[in-house]
């Protein structure tokens, strides 16, 4: 009788254009996350630098660079600035609330203006309706939809202005993907809030960590995950506080 099979199997992507830094080149490692321990795997293997898309767990394994690196918020010692406290009072009376991970058209449509807006050429801009549900709803692990919603007047359901898939594990959250309405300028900041929601009900939780995905110096689009402070980087040691402002 042959053993069972205690470790995942591994696979590295094709070699391909880098998205964050021209001229580089893009290579993964990734796994699939099934069965009854998935959620185990995926913890175990967030710990270590990967992400999570649907049913895969990936992690940058480019043969010539190191600039991608996991980085999450220390949620315990997190801090707003004056410009996050602003935010944060700016949109103080939206409604959130946490659903299964199933897609619908509002949310689907409010992806559709967020791309259209801020990456009309990004990877994720030709993404029809069942691309989108299948990003939400092929997990295999703890995950949910956080909605936030103005609030509700006269009986009615207030318009969702943002949304973000997130991962629950034991040690904190990780947020997957947000989107939300880049056209409100009164309530200008949505994205910021919504990360900075998170962080806080992680606290409030008593979850030390919100994991943010990869921060790629020298990125301008990855420069906004250096604003949430203290954040830890994932380095050949394990886990270490940092600045990112002393990386130049």
């Known amino acids: 009788m042959s053993a069972p099979v205690r470790f ?3 696979f590295v ?3 391909g254009p880098c998205p964050y830094l021209p001229g580089k080149t893009e290579r993964k490692v990734f796994t699939e996350l099934n069965g009854n321990h998935a959620n185990e795997l995926n913890e175990a293997l967030g710990r270590i630098g990967f992400r999570r898309s649907q049913n895969v767990a990936y992690r940058p394994s480019c043969l010539d660079c190191k600039a991608c690196v996991s980085v999450r918020v220390r949620t315990d010692e997190f801090r707003p600035n004056a410009t996050q406290r ?5 949109n103080a009376d939206l409604v959130v609330s946490a659903c299964r991970p ?6 689907y449509d409010l992806l559709r203006r967020y791309l259209t807006t801020r990456h009309p050429e990004g990877g994720m801009a030709n993404m029809d309706d069942m691309d989108y549900a299948d990003m939400v709803e092929q997990s295999p692990v703890q995950s949910h939809v956080v909605e936030y919603r103005t609030p509700t007047t006269f009986g009615r359901l207030g318009e969702l202005v943002g949304a973000c898939l997130t991962d629950q594990q034991s040690d904190g959250v990780s947020m997957i993907y947000s989107f939300y309405n880049p056209d409100i300028e009164e309530r200008g900041g949505l994205g910021t809030f919504i990360i900075m929601d998170h962080i806080l009900r992680a606290k409030a939780a008593g979850l ?3 994991y943010l995905g990869y921060w790629v110096n020298g990125a301008a689009r990855m420069q906004y995950k250096t604003r949430y402070r203290p954040l830890e980087r994932l380095g050949p040691d394990g886990w270490e506080l940092f600045d990112p402002d002393a990386e130049g």
């Open 8 to 10: 995942p199997r591994f």
């Open 13 to 15: 992507t094709t070699p």
């Open 86 to 90: 602003k935010i944060l009072r700016r």
């Open 102 to 107: 199933w897609s619908t058209s509002e949310q």
């Open 208 to 210: 030390p960590y919100v």
